[in-house]
């Protein structure tokens, strides 16, 4: 869920728990809600999950990659060794 859905939801649910009669003070009110969490978020150092989990998988491509080059240089290293 990215942020701009999280504050929506959010906004939703107080919106939801008002009593019917406070219209012009809940969309102040949602309005404010909704800012001040944008901001808070927008300090907060988060990703989505889609953006973690992308670099969840380069990561573990980078890692397998890695073992290999590892394990053909100690190959290599024993083949110079053997001379």
């Given amino acids: 869920m990215n942020p701009e859905e999280f504050v929506r939801k959010i906004g939703n649910r107080i919106e939801s728990v008002l009593p019917k009669g406070l219209s012009d003070t809940k969309k102040d009110l949602q309005n404010n809600i909704k800012s ?29 990659r890695l073992e290999a080059l590892e394990q053909r240089l100690q190959q290599l290293e024993d083949q110079i060794e053997k001379q």
Avoid: G, H, Y
């Fill in 36 to 64: 001040i969490l944008s901001e808070s978020l927008s300090k907060l150092d988060v990703v989505s999950r889609e953006d973690f989990e992308i670099q969840q998988a380069v990561l573990l491509k980078t890692r397998s």
